[in-house]
């Protein structure tokens, strides 16, 4: 197992007071590391759990922030958007790029939106885990929806159908996908595995996943094989650039290859559709 810094230990335990309301022991940091700590933050999205977290550590003898860090973190808050969950994670707006899987899921969709005993606490939950997939594969900051995931089963995870979300998840694929996530939130955030029923069973040693997501960059306006013409008048591209795309999403295939596959191929036909004439 990797090991973690102190930044990094810090950060998820500001990330677990925040979001969860959960007090775990923090080390003293420099300057120059709290700086790092609130912009790593802000690139994931997650300025106002930080700032709850902090505030909830007000009293710690290990709260050494800088009044400067502060005065960022309220400058950032300022320009933070306001949105609800099921504006963030609209079900009806869900997509899978593999053909067989993404029809699968439009049929639960329409079958869901036309059942008079709907169950909009399961809709949210897979439209949760289906945005993570995306974000996962293509190389987005997707640490914000793994803890939005966490805090919406905390919630509302009594109202959610569980049978019917693994059936869902099962035959869109997903099952493994919806394994990840929910393993993450057991290393990385505390969670039981009886506080995660959809899942099937947890994934060995993700340590190193969370570490990956949490020091990643956002790679999703990568397109692998992007070509453009040449003084010449051929077609080049980049090819360590595609190669960097491929190499993270195919990182994924264990815990789905139809679909990881699927977004490295629809990645290069979008790419090749973007050439400029």
Not at 5 to 12: A, C, G
Not at 36 to 59: C, F, P, W
Not at 88 to 99: G, I, P, R, V
Not at 196 to 213: Q, S
Request: charge should be positive; glycine fraction near 8%.
């Amino acid at each position: 197992m990797q090991k973690a810094n102190i930044l990094t230990i810090n950060f998820l335990h500001l990330l677990r007071g925040g979001a969860f309301e959960e007090t775990k022991p923090i080390g003293l940091l420099s300057a120059y590391k709290w700086a790092k700590l609130v912009s790593l933050a802000a690139k994931h999205g997650l300025t106002q759990i930080l700032a709850s977290g902090l505030e909830r550590y007000y009293y710690d003898d290990n709260m050494n922030i800088p009044a400067q860090q502060i005065d960022v973190i309220k400058e950032q808050l300022k320009t933070v958007p306001t949105a609800g969950f099921s504006d963030l994670y609209d079900f009806s707006k869900l997509h899978l790029q593999s053909k067989k899987y993404n029809t699968q899921l439009q049929q639960i969709i329409h079958s869901e939106y036309t059942d008079e005993e709907k169950s909009y606490e399961t809709m949210q939950v897979m439209a949760i885990i289906i945005v993570n997939v995306d974000h996962i594969l293509t190389g987005k900051s997707y640490l914000k929806g793994i803890i939005d995931l966490g805090r919406y089963l905390r919630i509302e995870g009594g109202k959610v159908d569980f049978v019917k979300l693994e059936n869902w998840l099962s035959k869109c694929g997903m099952t493994k996908m919806a394994n990840l996530q929910g393993s993450l939130l057991i290393t990385g955030f505390g969670f039981s595995r009886e506080e995660l029923p959809f899942m099937t069973r947890p994934e060995k040693d993700v340590w190193p996943e969370l570490l990956r997501a949490i020091s990643s960059d956002d790679i999703s306006h990568i397109r692998p094989w992007q070509l453009h013409e040449n003084n010449g008048g051929f077609l080049v591209g980049n090819p360590s650039t595609a190669m960097r795309s491929i190499r993270h999403t195919i990182r994924y295939r264990r815990y789905s290859a139809r679909e990881t596959f699927s977004t490295i191929y629809r990645g290069i036909m979008k790419g090749l559709s973007e050439i400029e004439e």
